[in-house]
């Protein structure tokens, strides 16, 4: 047969089946069961697929960042003319990996371009199975924080099964590693084939309160980290107090950082200044890691640049939509460096804001919402006009925001549908900037769908959630 055999063919027609009847039922995206089936059915259905695509794989992963340095790098790659296969929508587990390969091929598993690379976004316990599976040329580690406790454990967990990653690569991939991280630095220490580091720290002066850090002691000697400054939890310039191992000097690094309206403007060593129309500086490591990768894969200058200039936020991530007048910034906060990231860029802005706090405690999210104590909702307190709670843990939402000095809610809402009539009824011209869990946000994204909302990013209506 053309493609592994009946199994496998019988796998493929299977996902392509789900995927249309998905579509054409308007019941999402097609971006999970398809490859659900077809690994059911041919458990190497993902190694087949992939090993046809002449330009390899490019795997990212990490605890934050992971869909939009995905998002950055395939901009980069469509400027140089490059053939991607990606699994845009972040459904980063294997089966999203399955979904986006069979859509990729034509009914005989032949892919459509065979000079395609596979840019895939992957979990971090979804990174052995995918580097078995697809044999990466390069793989990108963009940081490492406490998300989910209850389904990763703590982050030397996550550390570990990626140090058991490492024999699975082929020995020339490269490794991106974020020298700001020593937990991702660490990785190094397992690996004797070609790393590039990138790094903002030479950008980013130390955060007032960088919130607490994961990244305490040293692996190779048991000494504590010292820090020169933290921007982040334990992001920034960092020493082992007992074998003075440091953060590498970096081939990719920013110099400076221009925040603007629009978004910023790096200053990166080799390229000049560059247009970022994403807010947020944690954008700014997002964009060196796929400016890193784009350097491991020889893309050229212009098309780096032409890339970021082009890039416009993920569902989710910093996106504006507008629901019948109503303005609304979407930000997956799912761990407490991310939420208080996106707390910091709420507060470098003018004037006072209006936020909301929708919290979920399914298994996607992490049962135990214990997280969001360590969260620093208490920087916002006094610019806070208006806020309100919704999710399924609500109430204990409404109680964090309360002990953070924050106005009582104007609605606490479990369901999205009451949830977006709370913020309806109350109109005003500043948007509402809505912090989320990740299975809020797909709820959220479901009733934004049926509401006709338009995303003001593309300026079409929001799709329904993926599935």
Same mark, same amino acid.
């Given at each position: 047969m053309?493609?592994?055999?009946?199994r496998?063919?019988?796998?493929?027609w299977?996902?392509?089946?789900?995927?249309?009847?998905s579509?054409?039922l308007?019941?999402?995206?097609?971006?999970?069961?398809?490859?659900?089936l077809?690994e059911?059915i041919?458990?190497?259905?993902?190694?087949?697929l992939?090993?046809r695509?002449?330009?390899g794989?490019?795997?990212?992963?990490?605890?934050?960042g992971?869909?939009?340095?995905a998002?950055?790098?395939?901009?980069?790659?469509?400027?140089?003319?490059?053939?991607?296969?990606h699994?845009?929508?972040?459904?980063?587990?294997t089966?999203?990996i399955?979904?986006?390969l069979?859509?990729a091929?034509?009914?005989?598993?032949?892919?459509?371009?065979?000079r395609?690379l596979?840019l895939?976004?992957?979990?971090?316990a979804?990174?052995p199975?995918?580097?078995?599976?697809?044999?990466?040329?390069?793989?990108?580690?963009?940081?490492?924080?406490?998300?989910? /406790?209850?389904?990763?454990?703590?982050?030397?967990?996550v550390?570990?099964?990626?140090?058991?990653?490492l024999?699975?690569?082929?020995?020339?991939?490269?490794?991106?590693?974020?020298?700001?991280?020593?937990s991702?630095a660490?990785?190094a220490l397992?690996?004797?084939?070609?790393?590039?580091?990138y790094?903002?720290?030479?950008a980013?002066?130390?955060a007032?309160?960088?919130?607490p850090?994961? #990244?305490?002691?040293?692996?190779?000697?048991?000494?504590?980290?010292?820090?020169?400054?933290r921007y982040?939890?334990h992001?920034?310039?960092?020493?082992?107090?007992?074998?003075?191992?440091?953060?590498?000097?970096?081939?990719t690094?920013a110099?400076?950082?221009?925040?603007?309206?629009?978004?910023?403007?790096?200053?990166v060593?080799g390229?000049g200044?560059?247009?970022l129309? /994403?807010?947020?500086?944690?954008?700014?490591?997002?964009a060196?890691?796929?400016?890193?990768?784009?350097?491991?894969l020889?893309?050229?200058?212009?098309?780096? +640049?032409?890339?970021?200039?082009?890039?416009?936020?993920?569902?989710? +991530?910093?996106?504006?939509?507008?629901l019948g007048?109503?303005?609304l910034r979407l930000l997956?906060?799912?761990?407490p460096?991310?939420?208080?990231?996106?707390l910091?860029?709420v507060?470098?802005?003018?004037?006072?804001a209006?936020v909301?706090?929708?919290?979920?405690?399914?298994?996607?999210?992490?049962?135990?919402?214990?997280w969001?104590?360590?969260?620093?909702?208490?920087r916002?307190?006094?610019r806070?006009?208006?806020c309100?709670?919704?999710?399924?843990? #609500?109430?204990?939402?409404a109680?964090r925001?309360?002990y953070?000095?924050?106005?009582?809610?104007?609605?606490?809402?479990?369901?999205?549908?009451?949830?977006?009539?709370?913020?309806?009824?109350?109109?005003s011209?500043?948007?509402?900037?809505? /912090?989320?869990?990740?299975? #809020?946000?797909?709820?959220?994204?479901?009733?934004?769908s049926?509401?006709?909302?338009?995303?003001?990013?593309?300026?079409?209506?929001?799709?329904?959630a993926?599935?």
């Amino acid at each position: 047969m053309a493609f592994g055999g009946p199994r496998l063919l019988l796998a493929l027609w299977v996902a392509r089946a789900a995927a249309a009847l998905s579509s054409g039922l308007r019941r999402g995206g097609a971006t999970a069961l398809p490859g659900l089936l077809a690994e059911r059915i041919a458990p190497v259905f993902v190694a087949s697929l992939g090993g046809r695509l002449e330009g390899g794989a490019v795997l990212i992963t990490g605890t934050n960042g992971k869909t939009t340095t995905a998002r950055l790098l395939a901009g980069m790659l469509d400027a140089a003319g490059r053939p991607a296969v990606h699994n845009r929508e972040g459904s980063n587990l294997t089966r999203g990996i399955a979904s986006a390969l069979a859509a990729a091929c034509d009914w005989r598993g032949r892919p459509r371009d065979r000079r395609a690379l596979a840019l895939m976004e992957t979990d971090e316990a979804t990174l052995p199975a995918a580097a078995r599976a697809l044999r990466p040329r390069a793989v990108a580690f963009t940081n490492l924080f406490r998300d989910q /406790l209850d389904r990763y454990g703590e982050v030397d967990g996550v550390a570990a099964r990626w140090r058991q990653t490492l024999p699975l690569l082929p020995p020339t991939a490269t490794l991106v590693l974020n020298a700001d991280d020593p937990s991702v630095a660490e990785l190094a220490l397992d690996w004797s084939g070609p790393v590039h580091w990138y790094s903002l720290a030479g950008a980013r002066a130390s955060a007032s309160s960088p919130g607490p850090a994961d #990244a305490r002691w040293c692996r190779a000697c048991g000494g504590a980290y010292r820090y020169e400054s933290r921007y982040a939890a334990h992001l920034g310039r960092w020493r082992c107090s007992g074998c003075g191992r440091d953060g590498p000097v970096p081939e990719t690094s920013a110099t400076a950082i221009e925040t603007r309206p629009d978004g910023l403007v790096l200053t990166v060593p080799g390229l000049g200044e560059l247009d970022l129309p /994403l807010g947020g500086l944690y954008n700014a490591g997002n964009a060196l890691a796929a400016i890193a990768l784009a350097r491991v894969l020889d893309l050229h200058a212009a098309d780096v +640049r032409a890339g970021l200039a082009a890039a416009r936020p993920a569902f989710g +991530r910093g996106e504006f939509v507008d629901l019948g007048g109503r303005r609304l910034r979407l930000l997956l906060c799912k761990n407490p460096a991310g939420a208080s990231e996106a707390l910091r860029l709420v507060e470098d802005e003018d004037g006072d804001a209006e936020v909301a706090f929708v919290l979920n405690d399914r298994f996607a999210d992490g049962r135990d919402v214990s997280w969001i104590w360590d969260v620093d909702f208490e920087r916002l307190a006094g610019r806070v006009q208006r806020c309100w709670a919704g999710g399924g843990r #609500a109430g204990d939402a409404a109680l964090r925001l309360r002990y953070a000095g924050w106005p009582a809610p104007a609605a606490t809402a479990g369901s999205p549908a009451a949830f977006l009539d709370a913020l309806a009824g109350l109109p005003s011209d500043r948007p509402v900037t809505v /912090l989320l869990t990740y299975t #809020a946000l797909l709820d959220l994204r479901a009733e934004l769908s049926r509401r006709g909302a338009v995303s003001e990013s593309s300026g079409t209506r929001i799709p329904a959630a993926t599935s």
